[in-house]
């Protein structure tokens, strides 16, 4: 039997050695190592052996199957380091030479100016709302009713709004104000929620306006909110997002669904107060427009006025970035120009 383990070793480690991939290794440890194999067809008959013939003859054995397996391992190694650095000098690169340019998208000024706008908001507490509770395609209940807009009112003529064929009396959102009234139908005060998207109006195209653009609606309600908290909002978000020195100012003015009304103007930086044309020859660009929510308003979505006011803002994401950046045209952001967009 010791002979047997011995033609069995020096067979197995000749096949080892002839060996030419990891295939015929996997063969040669079918063909000796498995269950079925050779060497475990010896160790079977062991067990008829004297106590003496099994201490020899067993010990032979483990000691072929040791050899033969770190035989397999060495020779397993050696395959795959050959096929290793075949590969790396099949692939293998000239790092000196210079890289192929690959073309980047950027973010687009007014995403990167939304979401600007929207983490300082939110760093003063406001939430924003889901998308769906916002829609852009919108009900004149919503866009106008709810808003406490007379059926009379300029704004819903067809030369100001635009009338979708969807349904009747369904329009393009002319402010995201929607936002707000559907957010107090269905929540219950306090509440503080901020509304981006985008809002479109029949405007005559200038180097300020256009008839499609972006908007930031903010609803603040709560017991005891008083002008002097919008305020304290705006003005800190000013402060925040052009800095402490921006020169600023406020108008009174007026809109159905706020009273008091204002809007909020800041220096033109393209002619720092001096007049120009994006300005108009002002010297400054209106860049939001607020006040308290008008009582219609809050009766209207159920809230009781006598115990809860509130305040409400929208802010214009263009002209923000206009006066940011120094644009002094409006239609760039819509143009698709690569020369403007490249620079951001």
């Not at 020096?10 to 000796?32: F, N, R």
């Not at 706008?117 to 709810?146: C, H």
């Not at 030369?159 to 402010?175: E, M, N, W």
Request: neutral net charge.
């Amino acid at each position: 039997m010791q002979e047997k383990l011995n033609n069995i070793y020096k067979s197995a480690s000749e096949d080892i050695e002839k060996a030419q991939s990891g295939a015929d290794l996997d063969e040669i440890k079918l063909k000796y190592l498995s269950r079925k194999g050779e060497l475990n067809s010896i160790k079977k008959g062991i067990k008829d052996l004297s106590v003496e013939e099994k201490k020899v003859v067993g010990s032979l054995a483990n000691e072929i199957s040791n050899k033969l397996e770190n035989a397999l391992s060495a020779k397993y190694k050696e395959f795959y380091q050959k096929e290793l650095d075949a590969k790396l000098e099949k692939e293998k690169i000239d790092i000196t030479l210079p890289g192929k340019y690959i073309p980047r998208g950027k973010e687009h000024p007014l995403t990167s100016t939304t979401e600007e706008i929207v983490k300082i908001f939110r760093t003063l507490g406001f939430s924003q709302i889901p998308t769906a509770d916002a829609p852009e395609v919108e009900t004149e209940y919503f866009n106008f009713d709810m808003l406490n807009v007379p059926k009379d009112h300029p704004a819903r003529d067809v030369q100001d709004t635009f009338y979708t064929k969807i349904a009747p009396f369904t329009v393009l959102r002319s402010q995201t104000s929607n936002a707000q009234i559907r957010t107090m139908e269905k929540m219950k005060p306090p509440i503080r929620i901020i509304a981006p998207g985008r809002v479109y109006r029949n405007e005559t195209l200038n180097a300020r306006k256009n008839n499609f653009f972006h908007q930031i609606e903010g609803l603040y309600v709560d017991k005891g909110v008083t002008f002097g908290d919008l305020k304290g909002v705006l003005n800190e978000f000013i402060r925040s997002y052009f800095g402490a020195a921006r020169p600023t100012r406020y108008r009174s003015s007026f809109f159905p669904f706020t009273e008091p009304s204002v809007e909020i103007d800041v220096q033109c930086i393209m002619c720092e107060g001096k007049g120009c044309r994006t300005c108009s020859g002002t010297g400054w660009l209106e860049v939001l427009g607020a006040g308290m929510v008008d009582v219609n308003v809050l009766k209207g979505v159920g809230i009781d006025p006598d115990v809860y006011t509130g305040f409400a803002f929208g802010v214009g994401v263009e002209r923000l970035a206009m006066l940011k950046y120094a644009i002094n045209d409006i239609r760039l952001f819509f143009n698709d120009d690569k020369r403007f967009l490249e620079q951001f």
